[in-house]
């Protein structure tokens, strides 16, 4: 039984049919918020936007009782609001990062849409980037 099977047999289906329905919205348009994070006249917006869907992916995922997806939604979400109190700009070992974590909320939209069990977290999306530009 995958990650679907017991969020069907633990939910309304139509909670889960609408939590996944946003998650693909979310997943599809993430990576374009992350891409303009290397534009100096989109970072702000962009942090702004990835901070508001990490922390519905956190809700919604602490609601349904998907942890793994929560905990790193939450570490994320963390991240990015040091961002969004930084003045400094964006590096791109920080976009690197926040690729990786995308292709793994990816793998999890995967993993629920053929019902398989939620792949595991790749530790090294544990290791914070330097989320502040260094000057020499």
């Given amino acids: 039984?995958?990650?679907?099977?017991?969020?069907?047999?633990?939910?309304?289906?139509?909670?889960?049919d609408e939590?996944?329905?946003?998650?693909?919205?979310m997943i599809e348009s993430m990576e374009v918020m992350i891409i303009d994070l290397s534009k100096p006249a989109m970072q702000k917006r962009s942090i702004d936007e990835l901070f508001r869907v990490f922390h519905?992916?956190?809700?919604?995922?602490?609601?349904?009782q998907i942890a793994s997806m929560?905990?790193?939604a939450s570490f994320v979400e963390d991240a990015l609001d040091e961002l969004r109190s930084s003045d400094n700009p964006i590096t791109q070992e920080t976009i690197d990062?926040?690729?990786?974590?995308?292709?793994?909320?990816?793998?999890w939209q995967e993993d629920i849409k053929l019902d398989n069990?939620?792949?595991k977290i790749n530790f090294s999306l544990l290791k914070l980037p330097d989320l502040e530009q260094q000057t020499l």
């Fill in 70 to 72: 929560n905990k790193l």
């Fill in 97 to 107: 990062w926040l690729l990786n974590i995308s292709d793994m909320f990816a793998a």
């Fill in 117 to 119: 069990e939620l792949s």
């Fill in 19 to 25: 939590f996944y329905d946003h998650y693909t919205m």
């Fill in 1 to 16: 039984m995958g990650v679907r099977s017991d969020l069907d047999a633990s939910f309304d289906f139509e909670i889960v």
């Fill in 56 to 64: 519905n992916i956190k809700s919604a995922s602490g609601y349904l």
